[in-house]
């Protein structure tokens, strides 16, 4: 069975890092694209970061280029997300999410983690 | 970056009603569009993708339609389990992006 475990949420003043990871099981990890997806408390869902499943290319959305970096460790079968300069906006459920090759819709979620940015 | 739009963004509704949910793209997508229900503190479950594909194990009073620009979400009876908001998205390119959601409410 697909398994996506995020962790490393919690409570980071504004400005503060905090690095996500998303360990996954139950299929070939080296085969997917992986994807981060966020919600803000009461909105809507947010695609946040992607990374190949292949020469591991990144891509970001324009709220959170050049303050987050996405990354992967195929020997841990495991997706990070460093996010540095954190604003209170950036406060939301953090989901994991996978694309076979890098393409198609999100069939599989993580049960997401928390990052609340507040003084 | 492609813009999705939905509409309506809250929907009132009876159990047995039908009801559609509209999503239109900002550019052409082809069919790379999936449908989420998310129900209040749980994780988003694919519907449908590629347009009108229905994911395994969805019920088939749930389908899709649309190509190009614009899709439709349709639910032919609406059951006490469909209440929930409902979120479309594009895959057919980075950055990928959702609608705003409908939250399908009990009238």
């Known amino acids: 069975e697909m398994q996506l475990l995020e962790s490393g949420g919690g409570l980071v003043q504004p400005g503060g890092s905090l690095r996500l990871s998303c360990a996954s099981s139950?299929?070939?990890?080296?085969?997917?694209?992986m994807t981060w997806v966020r919600q803000a408390p009461g909105k809507g869902l947010e695609w946040v970061s992607g990374?190949?499943?292949?020469?591991?290319?990144?891509y970001y959305a324009d709220s959170v280029k050049g303050r987050f970096t996405v990354s992967r460790d195929n020997s841990r079968n495991t997706l990070y997300l460093q996010m540095n300069s954190l604003r209170a906006e950036d406060t939301a459920v953090y989901y994991c999410?996978?694309?076979?090759?890098?393409?198609?819709?999100?069939?599989?979620w993580g049960q997401g983690t928390l990052v609340t940015v507040s003084s | 970056d492609i813009q999705m739009t939905q509409s309506p963004s809250t929907l009132s509704a009876s159990v047995g009603d039908r009801v559609t949910i509209t999503c239109r793209a900002s550019?052409?997508?082809?069919?790379?569009l999936a449908w989420y229900q998310q129900k209040p503190g749980k994780v988003p479950k694919l519907l449908i993708y590629k347009a009108s594909s229905l994911e395994s194990g969805v019920p088939s009073r749930f389908s899709g339609s649309g190509s190009g620009t614009e899709f439709t979400l349709t639910i032919s009876s609406l059951q006490p389990d469909d209440f929930a908001t409902y979120y479309c998205?594009?895959?057919?390119?980075?950055?990928?992006?959702f609608g705003g959601g409908t939250k399908v409410e009990i009238k």
């Open positions: 139950g299929f070939t990890f080296t085969t997917y694209a």
């Open positions: 998205q594009q895959y057919d390119g980075y950055p990928l992006t």
């Open positions: 550019q052409s997508i082809s069919s790379w």
């Open positions: 999410t996978n694309r076979y090759v890098n393409s198609g819709p999100f069939h599989y």
């Open positions: 990374i190949s499943h292949s020469v591991g290319t990144t």
